[in-house]
């Protein structure tokens, strides 16, 4: 047996507890349905039917409807395009793509349910409490259990919701118009960030929480602000050059980081043991 | 020698009040200790002190030779912890429950495989290795749990009520490998309130009430603080009348004489005063289909404690437990108290603490 000296991270523990704790969330239905039915409705059916509408839709009062100045920013990339696509691009590349920042927030909030407060429900945390774990690698192991498949799940979401859009467009494009700069951006390097951001207040929500239905509705009050914020604000997001998508980016990463890193100094067994 | 165990003054405390109140003890190297008390004594605060799990508010503890406080990790890589529910992950077989914790306590793959399953072969569940523990009964359940908690061969096990919903069987064969386990030097500690597995097993027993340690030794010490003399019972057959109760209490090196359902309950000197009394009995045209000493058990111990915890917390009066109900009341209560011969308490073998002047109490 070996075991690592007491400052240095045990990343052999931490890969251990997120293996296991993504192995045991993939065989619980009430976790991976809602993971799987979100994306495929709003990443595949949304879309789908939404740009079928929209490629078949007369697309003569495009133009007059983003002179308007609410529109304004949107108006001159769509308007440089041909006449016919406007419309499927403007709807499939702009106005349904922020969805996909829902992703990682809903999944982020489900698996930082189940990491606290579901092994609560389970009685398995006392388990885990009495292991030769140091606090702070096992608040990395619960917050990478949440944070790596909220991140892999968007990512696969995205290649759905393009691989889709361009299919839909494809008639009258005839071309793959998605991924566009802004919108790799946004996936990338954004959407983990929006993981993070999220995570640093769930876990600490799901460690006080003494069942995953308390801590579901305590994180959907934290994260539905944050649904709504992330939703206004990527179509805008679309619309910025490349290095503002990537400072916002890096800011968002900033705060996430940062909430982690106060929560997780916050962050000990002793509390996670007097919180039920 | 390093106790395995040592305490003093601990002290934790949560909102609802103090948990556990300035517990000082000390625990050898291989002995197996019954922590016993009611719900919400302070058992399982103990034991998540002991472990590092919780801070202690005042007070230390030094386990193994390590401060649970500062050096959590380094205790409980030696520790072993049977929680009172098994805590198996039900989404996970057997064989995956333990081989995260093989991994968790430094085994590499393949030595986590082979010690998983030489421990679910040692308690008869290798073939349900892979199945999802989910559809296990609770025997199973606490068999493959304390094979986790055996996972790395620790020196000190703590046991939080082991056979808390098991069956007549499953409780036999638990109660044996516990055994088994303590036989092999381990230092035990049986958080339990089934007094039956801890009289069996334990060397040393702590009485926690309400968080305080209220006895703490060997379980033969703490009855002869408690009571003098030996207890025994004369099988006469049948509920002995007055007139022999008075006899046999005549009998020189007799203490105290009661009648009770198959003969006669006694508290002698020593067990030397026993042939004597089968004598007076036999002279006396008595059938006498046996006579034994009987030493106090845990049992007896812990109630005795109990009752004296409730009459100085005025939960009881002091003058007398018959309101109080004990294991053996069915047993021993005495139909008939009018026999001439000192009272025993229905309490036990022996007399209670405070049933004689200047017995310790």
Redesign the interface.
């Given at each position: 047996m070996s075991h690592p000296s007491p400052r240095s991270v045990d990343w052999s523990a931490i890969r251990t507890i997120v293996g296991r704790d993504i192995r045991a969330v993939r065989r619980s239905k009430a976790i991976v349905l809602p993971m799987a039915l979100v994306p495929a409705v709003l990443l595949v059916a949304l879309p789908f039917g939404i740009g079928l509408i929209a490629r078949n839709a007369p697309t003569d009062q495009v133009q007059s409807a983003l002179g308007s100045s609410l529109l304004k920013n949107l108006a001159d990339p769509i308007l440089g395009l041909p006449e016919r696509e406007r419309l499927v691009v403007l709807v499939l590349g702009y106005l349904l793509s922020p969805l996909l920042l829902v992703l990682p927030l809903m999944v982020s909030a489900v698996l930082a349910a189940d990491a606290f407060a579901g092994e609560k429900e389970r009685r398995t945390l006392e388990v885990v409490l009495h292991l030769p774990i140091s606090d702070r690698d096992l608040f990395a192991a619960k917050v990478l259990t949440a944070f790596l498949p909220a991140v892999a799940l968007t990512w696969i979401g995205a290649l759905l919701y393009t691989v889709v859009c361009n299919v839909v467009a494809w008639p009258v494009t005839g071309r793959l118009f998605l991924p566009f700069s802004q919108f790799a951006v946004t996936v990338l390097w954004i959407a983990p960030a929006v993981a993070l951001l999220a995570l640093g207040l769930l876990v600490v929500v799901s460690s006080r929480a003494r069942t995953t239905q308390e801590a579901n509705q305590l994180g959907g009050a934290v994260i539905l602000p944050l649904i709504f914020v992330a939703a206004a604000q990527t179509s805008a997001l679309m619309l910025l050059p490349v290095v503002s998508v990537l400072a916002v980016g890096a800011l968002v990463w900033a705060v996430g980081l940062a909430l982690l890193w106060f929560n997780g100094r916050r962050f000990t067994r002793d509390r996670l043991a007097s919180a039920g | 020698m390093t106790a395995a165990i040592e305490t003093e003054g601990l002290t934790r405390g949560?909102r609802s009040g103090l948990a556990v109140d300035g517990l000082t003890m000390r625990l050898e190297p291989g002995q197996v200790l019954a922590l016993l008390g009611p719900n919400g004594a302070g058992k399982t605060t103990t034991v998540?002190l002991l472990?590092g799990?919780?801070?202690p508010h005042a007070g230390r503890s030094v386990v193994l030779g390590h401060d649970p406080v500062t050096e959590?990790?380094?205790v409980?890589?030696r520790?072993g912890?049977l929680?009172e529910?098994a805590?198996?992950?039900?989404?996970?077989t057997s064989r995956?429950n333990l081989l995260?914790?093989a991994?968790?306590?430094?085994?590499?793959k393949a030595?986590a495989g082979r010690r998983v399953d030489e421990l679910l072969e040692r308690f008869g569940m290798l073939e349900r290795a892979d199945d999802l523990t989910g559809g296990f009964s609770t025997g199973q359940r606490k068999r493959v749990a304390l094979a986790?908690a055996l996972i790395?061969d620790p020196e000190l096990l703590?046991l939080d009520e082991p056979t808390s919903g098991l069956d007549p069987a499953g409780t036999r064969d638990v109660i044996a490998l516990i055994d088994e386990l303590a036989a092999e030097g381990r230092t035990v500690v049986l958080a339990t309130h089934f007094l039956g597995e801890a009289g069996r097993l334990a060397d040393r027993m702590a009485v926690l009430h309400k968080g305080r340690l209220r006895a703490f030794g060997a379980p033969d010490e703490l009855a002869a603080q408690l009571w003098s003399g030996v207890g025994a019972e004369v099988d006469l057959g049948a509920p002995g009348d007055a007139a022999t109760v008075a006899a046999l209490g005549a009998v020189r090196g007799v203490r105290t004489a009661q009648v009770h359902l198959t003969g006669v309950r006694l508290v002698l000197d020593d067990r030397e005063v026993l042939p004597r009394v089968v004598e007076a009995a036999v002279g006396r045209g008595l059938p006498v289909y046996g006579a034994v000493t009987r030493r106090p058990t845990l049992e007896d111990v812990y109630f005795a404690i109990e009752r004296r915890i409730a009459a100085e917390e005025g939960e009881i009066g002091t003058d007398g437990f018959a309101g109080l109900p004990t294991p053996h009341d069915d047993l021993y209560a005495a139909p008939d108290t009018a026999s001439g011969a000192a009272p025993v308490p229905a309490s036990g073998p022996a007399p209670a603490p405070t049933a004689e002047p200047g017995r310790p109490s």
């Open positions: - | 949560f998540r472990d799990v919780l801070v959590g990790d380094a409980r890589r520790t912890v929680t529910n805590g198996l992950d039900d989404r996970l995956e995260y914790v991994r968790l306590r430094g085994f590499d030595a986790r790395h703590f």
